[in-house]
């Protein structure tokens, strides 16, 4: 498929076209994602898997709109993030993407409420009550209870809970998840990935996690793997079962 | 505003986890608050002090002064001298003779009958009569100030004061105790120096062995806030009119029907019986009208004077207490960094769901606001207590009890500046906070901190000038503005430097990514252009650095040695260029692109600051064309601010030069051998690792060191130069007075100085009061005073208040002159060629010796010339011609200890002195026996030891730097202050490495010494350039007063002292941090941290 070919753009939530970037380093330069080109379908499930400097979270932020391609297009829900600047992409960030991270990174100041409801207080044209959506979101996600703790009174799976439902506040369309079970034990990270596997149910919410854990990304619907800042692999896991 | 209240609350939330980082922050911030709220409100109490019970400050609705130095008059004094209604009293001043006060008296009786009159009288007119006091049989004569008041009039009523009363410390007026002639009151000051109690027995100077007794002691205030600030320093006694007729030189003979003729006035005190203030300006203007030789000074007059003077002394004030709030703002910006890159990850988050760069650099702003706020609301109940407690110092200074005043101006002030400065201080960190990239989220362990980039470091800097350069603007206003002729030129160099640095940071903008492309992306051209370039840069770099090392060489030199010669400068010019290429070469070596395209960016800049002076120039001139004509008011407003921005900008460009050198000093220090001891290794690599935060931190510790070491040095320098120089400048260790002035009298004196062991040598001296009459040059010219004051004002260059000032000192100086015997120890001075001091061959001869003070040199008298003037005691005019003038730096303190004109002691001939005093060498032992020889021998003398004028002198500025003393005392504890901000700071970014070093078996104690010996050696630092460059400074203020090595009179001690003080300082500041740092837990800090 190439980038002038939009005929899919309906069903493709995320997009990558020829992907490339190369940091500076001294005076040389290091080629880190080297023409990466997928596709990801609304509300797959999508596990990117690779060794330490394969370029999992440099592709990561890419997607997510963290940071910029050197070269090569990249759209997400349709839209060309490619040449956005630094304030179209917090928008974007905003509304169509929902960040998860391996260590949780929740304002340490502010209860698990306030955490979740404050997407939707940045949001240019919020959909939501803040706080009834948060509410409503820790709800979803088992931490009705928990509302006004602050994150250093929860155990570390309960603050990943926070940090999903956290993402899900502006209802985006992506979820991308940075290790969301590196920081946690097996059962709580299972509990973790049972939680997204319910959300992309219930909201048909496109999930990309990034891990090295292949038990969790067998349980995706589909797996990439990446070395050196290239696709070696991509296989279907819903067709092998 | 949902979103205020989320940037709120998060701040507050913050802060109150930041606990100790917080409150060093909010303390930076609190101690420069309370600094400017105590000095503001002390301002606030004295102009209090000085602009109510204006009518008792003033004596009456109207203080009649006769003419003096200094003082406003519209008349010439001629014609009031010649009528005989004032007399010279000495030194340009004159007195109300008893004529005078009489016909001034009649005067305003006639225009209102109830009007009252009183003076403050002077019984005669030696300036010697009525100094001093001692005790019943004690030789040593107390240099006290009498005052003669008439207590009561002739009805039996209270006149002094006529506003207000005076009561005695048991709550007595004067009227009450002071019945007899022989009643005197002493003031507190006087009485508690030289031990005087109520009931004493007293001689007073001019009035022989007559017995007075004190009957009473009031507080110094009842004087010191009106004319009589002199009394502060010497303290002052009280004895009434009826008393002059038991002073030794009165002459019954004077006393007609008419007239007493030893009757004299200082000042004219008046109450009117219609005391509305129109009618009492009314009043003094036809006062002024008809006796235009006085000045009629109004209690509306006074109140402006003295409002003009609490403005500038609150100024002043506010001043100094911005430069402790700058100081503070230090810990802001230090303590704002440390949070922006505690949480890099933190801010990257927020971006991540959706904050744009200008929310969070919002959301920061107000953190350091609400620290700002909270700094206040602590500074600010402090700098109250401060100027409770220090009311009494402050006090002391202005002699005069300040009563308690609560300045909802100066709280709102130091509230207000507190957060400004805050704001500003932490507005680049804030900035920073803005443009940490949200990418930082996947990598946690990068807490390294983005740089501004060129057009938010160009905002930041245009809003600190600008916000400093309007706070500058609202103290100092157009004081610094030049005269209209120039104004022009300096708002267009204004405006070409805005321009040109707006240009420049365009240019590098625009150079950057030019110079960031490597040469394979670049074409043929490309690639020369930018060869070319960085071998430009790279030179300019180079030369830069150089010019930078020249010029540090140079202040170096300048300040060690004194003197720049050719071969110093030229020596300062190849070791700067040298250093400067190593710099550069050493830049090539290591990072190649960075040196290429700082030079590359410089070259940028420079092209584009000549581009945009011509800009500058091209717009400058037309708006000054246009706006000053068409709206002058604006134009003016305009001017005005931009000469304080431009004041700041040149301020700050000043510390931005000293914080480079302190960076480079740090990383100088951290390179230092460490002695095979780990301690002092890591300790050393710390300084290192932080040399940011360490300069700025040493930045304002130094301005508080320099400022207290400045103070304290020069005040004992001063005293110790003073004691060394003034013997020289009297020819003895001891100066003898008489109260008689007869021939028999000298003879008397000789014979005892002649006869007494121990003494080397002696010169007599005689004082008299002279008038300018006309000064004959060489070339035949004659010229009148008028001419005279056209010379100086010249010299001036059109400067009316410095013309003012030098035809004072000019009047002044010519106001009295000295005979000295030539034949003895002449004064030390230093002459140029063509003029000489007085020799023996000179007796009897009409020759003077002149001080080369400012005033002398600026009428342009010189050696050869013909001074005429006119003794007025006799009527006698006498021409002596100029042989020498002297070379005199400090003319001002040498005039004090001697007339600064002197002439041959036989060249007077019928002239009778005023007084004959002698100047003695003697040994020390000797002077209790001379004093006892004079005294039995000689009638009415009075013997000063040139040591006990010195202790005044001393006294005198013991009283001038208290206040300044008191500032940078406060001024240091603010940089102390920062210093345990930074620590708290250090030892929180370090806690993980004080925490592996704690795992790996080193004991509390050695961490805890590793932090002492890392901030002992930042105290060292401080107190070793504080100390230094005020030693330096001290070294440079005396090689531009003297000529001369005076080094002597530097105080080595007291500079070791105040260098202990700061190491002491930066070790209780570290300790306060460091003992709970090094007391964690390691499990604690290596698991959460």
């Known amino acids: 498929m190439t980038p002038s070919d939009n005929s899919n753009h309906a069903n493709v939530a995320v997009r990558a076209v020829e992907v490339h970037k190369i940091v500076r380093v001294g005076e040389g330069s290091l080629s880190i994602i080297n023409g990466i080109t997928l596709d990801v379908p609304c509300g797959q499930m999508l596990a990117i898997v690779g060794p330490s400097g394969s370029g999992k979270s440099t592709l990561m932020g890419l997607l997510g709109g963290l940071d910029t391609p050197s070269k090569g297009r990249i759209y997400l829900d349709g839209i060309d993030i490619s040449d956005m600047n630094e304030f179209h992409l917090t928008r974007v960030r905003n509304e169509k993407i929902g960040f998860v991270f391996q260590f949780f990174h929740l304002i340490p100041t502010l209860t698990a409420l306030k955490n979740v409801a404050l997407p939707i207080r940045f949001a ?77 149910r219930r909201l048909n919410t496109t999930v990309i996690v990034v891990t090295h854990d292949l038990t969790i990304a067998e349980q995706m619907d589909r797996v990439v793997s990446l070395e050196d800042g290239q696709l070696t692999e991509d296989r279907s896991i819903e067709l092998e079962r | 505003m949902q979103r205020l209240l989320f940037y709120t609350e998060h701040s507050l939330n913050d802060l109150r986890i930041g606990r100790l980082r917080t409150l060093f922050a909010v303390l930076c911030i609190a101690a420069g608050v309370a600094v400017v709220v105590s000095l503001q409100t002390l301002g606030d109490m ?169 009957r009473g002691i009031v507080p110094i205030e009842a004087e010191a806030l009106t004319d009589n600030f002199v009394t502060t320093i010497f303290g002052f006694y009280y004895v009434d009119l009826s008393a002059v007729p038991l ?67 609150k100024n002043l004030m506010l001043i100094m207490g911005l430069v402790s709030l ?12 440390v949070v922006v890159a505690r949480r890099t990850v933190e801010i990257a988050v927020l971006k991540t769901i959706g904050l744009q760069a200008r929310q969070v650099t919002l959301l920061f ?42 300045s909802s101006g100066a709280v709102i002030r130091g509230f207000l500046l507190g957060i400004i400065i805050t704001t500003i201080f932490g507005f680049l960190p804030t900035l920073i906070a803005g443009q940490v990239r949200p990418g930082n989220v996947l990598r946690p362990n990068d807490t390294q901190l983005p740089s501004t980039g060129i057009w938010q470091s160009l905002l930041v800097m245009t809003v600190i000038f600008v916000t400093l350069g309007l706070i500058a603007w609202t103290i100092l206003g157009n004081g610094i503005s030049p005269d209209p002729a120039s104004r022009w030129s300096i708002v267009s160099v204004g405006a070409v430097l805005a321009l040109s640095l707006g240009m420049g940071g365009a240019a590098v903008a625009a150079g950057r990514p030019f110079l960031k492309r490597r040469p394979q992306d670049l074409g043929t051209m490309g690639k020369i252009g930018r060869y070319v370039l960085l071998t430009i840069g790279t030179l300019f770099q180079t030369g830069l650095q150089g010019v930078l090392f020249f010029a540090i060489g140079v202040i170096l030199i300048a300040l060690v040695t004194t003197h720049l010669t050719v071969p110093t400068v030229l020596g300062a010019l190849i070791v700067g260029v040298l250093i400067g290429l190593l710099l550069s070469l050493n830049g090539l070596r290591t990072q190649p692109s960075l040196a290429m395209t700082m030079g590359g960016g410089l070259v940028g800049f420079a092209a584009m600051v000549v581009l945009g002076g011509a800009i500058g120039a091209a717009m400058g001139w037309p708006a000054y064309e246009w706006l000053h004509k068409s709206n002058p008011d604006t134009w003016q407003t305009i001017v005005d601010v931009s000469m304080n921005i431009a004041l700041v900008e040149a301020a700050l460009i000043l510390v931005a030069l000293l914080f480079a050198v302190l960076w480079l000093l740090v990383e100088l220090t951290s390179r230092f051998p460490s002695l095979g001891l780990p301690d002092v ?27 207290l070491s400045l103070v304290t040095m020069l005040a004992i320098a001063v005293k110790r130069l ?48 002279t008038d300018f009459v006309e000064l004959r040059k060489a070339d035949g010219r004659v010229m009148k005073r008028t001419d005279l004051i056209a010379v100086i004002g010249r010299s001036a260059g059109g400067d009316l208040k410095r013309t003012q000032h030098l035809t004072n000192f000019f009047d002044l100086t010519v106001g009295q002159m000295d005979g000295r015997s030539v034949t003895s120890t002449l004064p030390d001075k230093n002459f140029d060629e063509g003029n000489r001091q007085l020799n023996a061959g000179d007796a009897g001869e009409r020759v003077i010796v002149i001080t080369g003070n400012e005033a002398v040199l600026a009428a342009g008298i010189e050696a050869g010339d013909i001074l005429v003037l006119e003794f007025p005691s006799s009527g006698e005019i006498l021409k002596f011609r100029v042989v020498g003038v002297s070379d005199e730096r400090l003319g001002d303190i040498q005039s004090a200890a001697g007339s600064p004109i002197y002439a041959p002691i036989d060249a007077f001939s019928q002239t009778r002195p005023n007084a004959i005093g002698a100047v003695v060498d003697i040994d020390e032992s000797q002077i209790g026996r001379l004093r006892r020889r004079l005294s039995t021998e000689v009638d009415y003398t009075f013997v000063i030891e040139a040591k006990r004028l010195s202790e005044l002198a001393q006294r005198l500025i013991d009283q001038f730097t208290l206040l300044p003393f008191l500032v940078s005392i406060l001024t240091l504890i603010t940089g102390g202050v920062v210093i345990a901000n930074s620590v708290a700071l250090s030892t929180m970014e370090r806690r993980r490495e004080i925490g592996i070093m704690k795992s790996l078996g080193v004991q509390r104690e050695r961490v805890l010494s590793m932090l002492l010996i890392e901030n002992g050696l930042m105290g060292f630092l401080g107190g070793l350039i504080g100390v230094g460059a005020s030693v330096l400074l001290l070294i440079q203020i005396w090689a531009w007063i003297f000529e001369g090595d005076l080094t ?8 070791l002292g105040l260098m202990a003080l700061c190491i002491g300082i930066s070790v209780v500041a570290a300790m306060l941090t460091a003992w709970g740092a090094s007391g964690e837990k390691p499990l604690n800090v290596l698991r959460y941290e």
């Open chain 1, 124 to 200: 240019v044209h919020p959909k939501y009550d803040p706080h009834e959506r948060a509410r409503e979101l820790l709800t979803l996600l088992g931490m009705a209870d928990r509302t006004h703790h602050l994150p250093r009174q929860l155990s570390g799976g309960q603050q990943q809970r926070v940090a999903i439902a956290r993402a899900l506040a502006n209802d985006p369309p992506i979820l991308l998840c940075d290790e969301p079970t590196g920081n946690l034990d097996r059962k709580s990270g299972q509990q973790v990935i049972d939680a997204l596997k319910e959300i992309r």
């Open chain 2, 1048 to 1055: 002597d009179a530097i105080p080595i001690g007291t500079a």
């Open chain 2, 247 to 313: 002073y030794t030189d009165y002459d019954p003979s004077l006393v007609t029907d008419e007239v007493d003729g030893n009757r004299y006035a200082g000042q004219l005190y008046v109450r009117l019986s219609d005391t509305d203030p129109e009618q009492v300006r009314l009043f003094a203007q036809q006062l002024q009208n008809r006796y235009p030789f006085v000045n009629a000074r109004t209690t509306a007059d006074l109140r402006d004077r003295n409002s003009q003077i609490a403005t500038a002394l």
């Open chain 2, 722 to 769: 003073f004691e060394i120089s003034l013997e020289d400048t009297l020819g003895g260790n001891v100066f003898v007075a008489t109260g008689f002035t007869s021939e028999e009298t000298q003879n008397s004196l000789v014979n005892v100085l002649e006869t007494t062991d121990g003494v080397h040598s002696y010169t007599l001296v005689t004082n008299y009061i």
């Open chain 2, 326 to 337: 700058l100081i503070g703002g230090v810990g802001i910006i230090n303590t704002m960094l």
């Open chain 2, 681 to 707: 290794k890591v300790s050393l690599r710390a300084l290192s690792s932080n040399r940011w935060r360490v300069s700025s931190t040493l930045l304002g510790f130094i301005i508080g060191v320099l400022a």
């Open chain 2, 46 to 214: 004295m102009m209090e002090k000085l602009t109510t019970n204006l009518q008792e400050l003033n004596r009456g609705d109207i203080n009649i002064i006769p003419p003096m130095p200094g003082v406003e008059r519209q008349g010439d004094t001629e014609p009031a001298k010649n009528a005989g209604l004032i007399e010279p009293a000495g030194a340009g001043a004159f007195v109300f003779t008893d004529k005078g006060i009489r016909e001034i008296e009649r005067w305003i009786k006639e225009r209102d009958p109830d009007a009252v009159v009183s003076y403050r009288h002077q019984f005669a007119r030696s300036p010697l009569a009525n100094a001093g006091l001692s005790k019943e049989g004690q030789d040593e004569t107390e240099p006290v100030i009498g005052l003669v008041i008439e207590v009561k009039d002739v009805q039996g009523n209270p006149v002094y004061p006529i506003y207000g009363e005076i009561r005695t410390e048991d709550g007595q007026l004067l009227s009450d105790v002071m019945r007899e002639p022989t009643d005197i009151v002493v003031s507190d000051n006087a009485a508690d120096e030289h031990d005087l109690k109520i009931g004493d027995q007293v001689n007073l100077g001019g009035a022989g062995d007559r017995l007075f007794t004190i």
């Open chain 2, 365 to 406: 702003m107000i953190e350091s606001v609400l620290m700002g706020i909270l700094g206040g609301v602590v500074g600010v109940p402090f700098g109250l207590f401060a100027a409770w407690a220090l009311r009494g110092f402050a006090g002391q200074v202005w002699g005069t009890e300040l009563d308690w005043v609560f």
